[in-house]
């Protein structure tokens, strides 16, 4: 098959004094592994919809984002690897970063829209491509129940079953797969939204599963917002990757691991629980954020 997207992705423990402690045995799925430049969420988010643009013959992917965008990176790289052309819309004023260099390094022809124009994603489509044929519209993010599907294969890799399954959201979407994935396990899904107010994921999930899903929804770590971060998060982020090996960031895994590490310590978990963690990449955004750790 074309789009094989050759996903391995290891479970390794993680072992910690608090875990030992709380008689917990926690791993992590090493999504961030798929690929060196690819959140690897956003690699299983594609998936399906690449066979879709391939299937209805379209060549040239078009996708939005903001400057800091795994997504964007994601479509560019995969877009190069299999052999389409992209583009992305980017939000905001024309900027440069890590995340902007290697998605122009893969080929995508980047166009900044101020956020007015931004919000009407059809609409920017329609203006610059509606005499291209050969255009693939991919929604921000990459939301889709395609995207869903590419997600709910996680679930089919895993050698065990896990009581707990956590997972950072942002929109929900590879919530909303995974919960596809788990329907007849008995794994208890936890959501760590990223963003304030995160119970607006609750719509999103809803979309996009198939059947109606008991899960936990962890609306208190989003430390004030999407990638804002307070010292202590930092903290935990500093002291989790020296004392693991394991990269994460400041936006969705540093927040998912320390609700992890929150509720464990709160014993919310019951002693010889098995608990897995998603580590959904996004580790390019790490090294834009560098400022935030000299604080
Ligand atoms: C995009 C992203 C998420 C969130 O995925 P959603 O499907 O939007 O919930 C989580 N982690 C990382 C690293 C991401 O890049």
């Not at 690699?43 to 984002?65: D, E, Q, S, V």
């Not at 019951?270 to 954020?289: D, F, R, W």
Request: hydrophobic share 40%; charged share 20%.
């Amino acid at each position: 098959m074309i789009f094989d997207l050759e996903i391995y992705s290891p479970v390794q423990q993680i072992k910690h004094l608090l875990f030992d402690e709380k008689g917990l045995q926690v791993f992590i799925k090493r999504d961030d592994m798929i690929h060196p430049v690819i959140s690897g969420n956003k690699w299983r988010k594609l998936k399906y919809t690449l066979a879709n643009a391939h299937n209805a013959g379209k060549t040239h992917l078009i996708t939005f984002g903001g400057a800091y965008s795994n997504h964007l990176l994601a479509t560019a790289a995969a877009a190069a690897k299999f052999g389409f052309k992209s583009t992305g819309f980017v939000r905001g004023e024309e900027v440069t970063n890590d995340t902007l260099f290697l998605c122009t390094l893969h080929g995508m022809q980047l166009i900044f829209v101020d956020r007015e124009s931004y919000r009407d994603k059809q609409a920017l489509f329609d203006q610059h491509f509606s005499n291209d044929a050969s255009a693939y519209f991919i929604d921000e993010g990459g939301a889709s129940a395609a995207a869903a599907q590419g997600c709910s294969e996680l679930v089919a890799e895993l050698l065990q079953t896990y009581d707990h399954l956590f997972c950072a959201c942002g929109t929900g979407t590879t919530a909303a797969g995974i919960l596809n994935g788990l329907q007849h396990l008995q794994t208890l899904f936890h959501a760590v939204p990223v963003l304030k107010q995160g119970e607006f994921i609750v719509d999103e999930i809803k979309q996009y599963t198939t059947h109606n899903p008991m899960y936990e929804l962890h609306t208190q770590y989003h430390f004030g917002g999407y990638a804002k971060t307070t010292p202590e998060l930092i903290d935990f982020i500093k002291q989790f990757i020296a004392s693991t090996g394991i990269l994460i960031e400041p936006v969705y895994t540093g927040k998912m691991m320390y609700a992890l590490f929150d509720l464990a310590r709160k014993n919310y978990f019951k002693p010889g629980s098995s608990i897995l963690a998603v580590h959904t990449g996004g580790l390019i955004g790490l090294l834009g954020m560098k400022e935030k750790f000299f604080i």
